[in-house]
T-cell receptor, first 114, second 116 residues
Framework: GQSLEQPSEVTAVEGAIVQINCTYQTSGFYGLSWYQQHDGGAPTFLSYNGLDGLEETGRFSSFLSRSDSYGYLLLQELQMKDSASYFC???????????????FGKGTKLSVIP | EAGVAQSPRYKIIEKRQSVAFWCNPI?????LYWYQQILGQGPKLLIQ????????DSQLPKDRFSAERLKGVDSTLKIQPAKLEDSAVYLC??????????????FGPGTRLTVL
């Protein structure tokens, strides 16, 4: 089975940097994704790490260490609109190449304060 | 490009009643997913389709939930009969095809179900 751990809540100041950690225990692993979800909204894709290292997309970066079963999402120059829930999700292919699936963590609620 | 469409957006029913949700994925997307998201938790996969075939329904409570994807496009998810614990947001997502290196799933706005 799959198990993911991430903090339930984080609060940070506008303009600051925040890091959201994710650790996982999985029977299969092809990569780690991050999704953002505003209250009442749909999850939207932020980033994907299939290999160890850092991926950067604008103000957001994501890191993966497969040997440590650990990843993080780094948000820089925080803005009020970044207040949302952030989910890490493990990509697996439990039924073979045609069955790519995501197992989501419980999410981290980020509150950005002035 | 139009996104994933879902309807209805909200539904309130009494326990033991039936309910159906509809999803229209992004045009050309071969893979379609239904998720259940209980308040305060992450989305949980219920069923995955590749075109009109089921790839994985291992987490679908088959005694009360059913889903179909006729002609490999639209999909419906049905609950019959509903229980109080089925209160959740039901999300539909699609991706171009399974196994692609693209890795992104595109989610619809969801249907918020309340069972009284």
């Amino acid at each position: 089975g799959q198990s993911l751990e991430q903090p339930s809540e984080v609060t940070a100041v506008e303009g600051a940097i925040v890091q959201i950690n994710c650790t996982y225990q999985t029977s299969g692993f092809y990569g780690l994704s991050w999704y953002q979800q505003h209250d009442g909204g749909a999850p939207t894709f932020l980033s994907y790490n299939g290999l160890d290292g850092l991926e950067e997309t604008g103000r957001f970066s994501s890191f993966l260490s497969r040997s440590d079963s650990y990843g993080y999402l780094l948000l820089q120059e925080l803005q009020m609109k970044d207040s949302a829930s952030y989910f890490c999700a493990v990509r697996d292919q439990p039924s073979g190449a045609g069955s790519y699936q995501l197992t989501f963590g419980k999410g981290t609620k980020l509150s950005v304060i002035p | 490009e139009a996104g994933v469409a879902q309807s209805p957006r909200y539904k309130i029913i009494e326990k033991r009643q039936s309910v159906a949700f509809w999803c229209n994925p992004i045009s050309g997307h071969a893979t379609l997913y239904w998720y259940q998201q209980i308040l305060g938790q992450g989305p949980k996969l219920l069923i995955q389709f590749q075109n009109n075939g089921v790839v994985d329904d291992s987490q679908l409570p088959k005694d009360r939930f059913s889903a179909e994807r006729l002609k490999g496009v639209d999909s419906t998810l049905k609950i019959q009969p509903a229980k109080l614990e089925d209160s959740a947001v039901y999300l539909c997502a699609s991706s171009p095809r399974a196994g692609t290196a693209y890795n992104e799933q595109f989610f619809g706005p969801g249907t918020r179900l309340t069972v009284l």
